[in-house]
Nanobody, 117 residues
Framework: QVQLVESGGDLVQPGGSLRLSCVASRSIFSTYVMAWYRQAPGKQRELVAFISRGGGTTNYVDSVKGRFTISRDNAKNTMYLQMNSLKPEDTAIYYC??????????WGQGTQVTVSS
């Protein structure tokens, strides 16, 4: 089964930027529609953005539109999330996985993003 490893999270001030990475263990990654999710303390996991297999189509939750950009490099089995103009409400653990819940693979550890002054 594919393993996913997220990285790039950090403590950042409001208005700052981060780039998250998600590395897959197998090249079958290129056949997956992929997504970034996040889970804030006491809240349910939510889908933040997803990207098509080839990267030509993307979609975002309204709260991050215009601030976050999802991308992927299938040659590197890697997906990215560029996060700009970060807000305290973006604080969460960020995870990557397939976009369809019925097709999820095992969840990774996630990467912590904390936005605070």
């Amino acid at each position: 089964q594919v393993q996913l490893v997220e990285s790039g999270g950090d403590l950042v001030q409001p208005g700052g930027s981060l780039r998250l990475s998600c590395v897959a263990s197998r090249s079958i990654f290129s056949t997956y529609v992929m997504a970034w999710y996040r889970q804030a303390p006491g809240k349910q996991r939510e889908l933040v953005a997803f990207i098509s297999r080839g990267g030509g189509t993307t979609n975002y939750v309204d709260s991050v539109k215009g601030r976050f950009t999802i991308s992927r490099d299938n040659a590197k089995n890697t997906m990215y999330l560029q996060m700009n103009s970060l807000k305290p409400e973006d604080t969460a653990i960020y995870y990557c996985n397939r976009q369809s819940p019925g097709l999820w693979v095992s969840w990774g550890q996630g990467t912590q993003v904390t936005v605070s002054s």
